[in-house]
């Protein structure tokens, strides 16, 4: 198949996924391929929502995920703390295994020749058949603000990372991860294993620990000068838009989301705990930002179904209330 869309997900993120599949079938096209990635084998409720949909298909096979997951522990063994810190938490082999698989886009025996990747807190605003333009003179392409902040890309308190990447090429080619497209068999098991072998030299200490995935991918393509387009830095002044929950500026008109009067890409929900989302289809009244485009898309198909709230919002930052506090400084909590 040659273009489709990947995301990654398990039961604790069904009600995101349905949100986000029912973006895609209204906004760009009910029959774009999708592919769900298996996060880990909590995935009934994700399977039984494939078995609705013609277009999409689920990626569960252990022997991909198995290849990756060796090459990301190679990776983080590599780290001269990584596995040390994490396995002091509980944490085995390393952290957040199941995002790993994202990287299964990647393979040679994956589903699309070329994809979109999305995670599943993301809400799509239009077709994206201008992004997957971009594959025909690109390997990879993201649209994203994320090179404003590189803090949650690379350790910038390592020595070693402006002696691997210039801080031009920090400031202009570094992208989130929740969203990016590129070509199956950019990263062959040859780079992979240069990779390892540029980690294992004392580069390693430029990973960020609290987002790995993201690090590393980020890592991946610029180590190897994997060609690269990013929306936000060549689009037109005044036509680039945000993609963030984070900005308050948006505009809402017909369930689609404008900035500047210009329509969004992609709506994410980054920053927002997937607990948030659950707690309020279970009918608690949290509210957080642009609430009411996601239970629209939440709940496209089963309208009957969207929650009615009876009682005053509580915002989802709001500080716990004093009681709680005092519960939680004497320890009362605890069994």
């Not at 996924?17 to 906004?27: K, T, Y």
């Not at 990584?82 to 994202?102: C, D, L, P, T």
Request: aromatic share 14%; with cysteine; hydrophobic share 35%.
């Amino acid at each position: 198949m040659k273009n489709g869309i990947y995301t990654l997900a398990n039961d604790y993120v069904y009600n995101q996924l349905v949100a986000l599949l029912n973006s895609i079938e209204i906004n760009a096209g009910e029959n774009v391929p999708v592919c769900v990635i298996a996060y880990n084998d909590q995935i009934d409720k994700v399977q039984a929502e494939i078995a609705k949909r013609p277009n999409v298909t689920l990626l569960n096979d252990p022997e991909i995920f198995a290849r990756w997951e060796e090459f990301s522990l190679k990776v983080w063994e590599s780290h001269p703390t990584a596995i040390q810190n994490w396995q002091k938490k509980g944490i085995k082999k390393f952290y957040r295994v199941g995002e790993n698989r994202r990287y299964c886009a990647f393979d040679p025996e994956s589903n699309f020749e070329k994809f979109i990747y999305l995670d599943a807190d993301t809400l799509v605003m239009q077709p994206l058949d201008f992004v997957f333009a971009q594959l025909d003179h690109y390997d990879f392409v993201v649209y994203d603000f994320q090179y404003k902040d590189p803090s949650h890309i690379y350790n910038l308190s390592s020595p070693k990372l402006l002696e691997t990447f210039s801080q031009e090429r920090i400031n202009s080619e570094i992208f989130c991860s929740g969203f990016y497209a590129s070509n199956r068999g950019v990263f062959p098991p040859a780079q992979r294993d240069w990779i390892i072998s540029e980690l294992n030299t004392g580069e390693s200490d430029i990973l960020y620990m609290s987002a790995p995935n993201q690090s590393v991918l980020n890592y991946m393509r610029m180590k190897n000068n994997v060609s690269f387009y990013n929306f936000a830095l060549n689009l037109p002044t005044g036509k680039a838009t945000g993609c963030s929950v984070s900005s308050p500026h948006f505009e809402v008109k017909n369930n689609l989301v404008y900035d500047g009067g210009n329509l969004l890409t992609y709506l994410h929900y980054i920053g927002l705990s997937s607990k948030i989302f659950n707690q309020v289809c279970a009918g608690e009244n949290i509210d957080f930002p642009y609430r009411d485009l996601f239970l629209h898309y939440r709940y496209l198909h089963e309208p009957e179904q969207r929650p009615k709230f009876t009682t005053k919002p509580k915002a989802y930052d709001a500080p716990p209330s004093l009681g709680t506090r005092i519960i939680r400084k004497l320890g009362l909590n605890k069994k």
